[in-house]
């Protein structure tokens, strides 16, 4: 079985977003799958998708509070200025952290570990919905 939607996450604020259940409430066929992998894409150069801590909320925001140190908004280096401060940083954390993740599906859901979770990194002040491609392949029961 192959599935392919575009979902579109609601508009967040600046920061890490756990949207693990968000993601799979838009994708039910996940239940049919016996063995298979999913792919998710954000569409967007500015945010990100990633796997981390799925409990402890003290996590995203230490990811934030460090890349903020990292890559510093309106650093006098950056030439691409053309949407704000926090847009070439933005790139870079997209950059960084990557546009895509792969998780193995099996028995109907995600294999994610115990302490797992799919982050969207929002790394604009105002970044409006995202858009993420999920492409389901696998088996099914």
Do not use: C
């Amino acid at each position: 079985m192959w599935l392919q939607k575009t979902i579109v996450l609601k508009s967040r604020s600046r920061g890490f977003h756990l949207v693990t259940e968000e993601l799979l409430a838009q994708i039910p066929e996940i239940r049919r799958i016996q063995v298979g992998l999913a792919h998710f894409f954000i569409q967007h150069t500015s945010a990100s998708l990633t796997l981390n801590e799925n409990a402890d909320p003290s996590v995203r925001r230490d990811l934030e509070t460090h890349l903020r140190q990292l890559v510093p908004d309106g650093a006098a280096h950056y030439v691409h200025r053309l949407e704000g401060p926090d847009d070439m940083p933005a790139h870079i954390k997209a950059s960084l952290l990557g546009a895509a993740v792969s998780i193995p599906i099996g028995g109907g859901g995600l294999q994610l570990g115990t302490w797992q979770g799919i982050y969207l990194g929002e790394h604009r002040d105002h970044g409006g919905p995202r858009s993420v491609v999920a492409t389901l392949n696998g088996e099914t029961f």
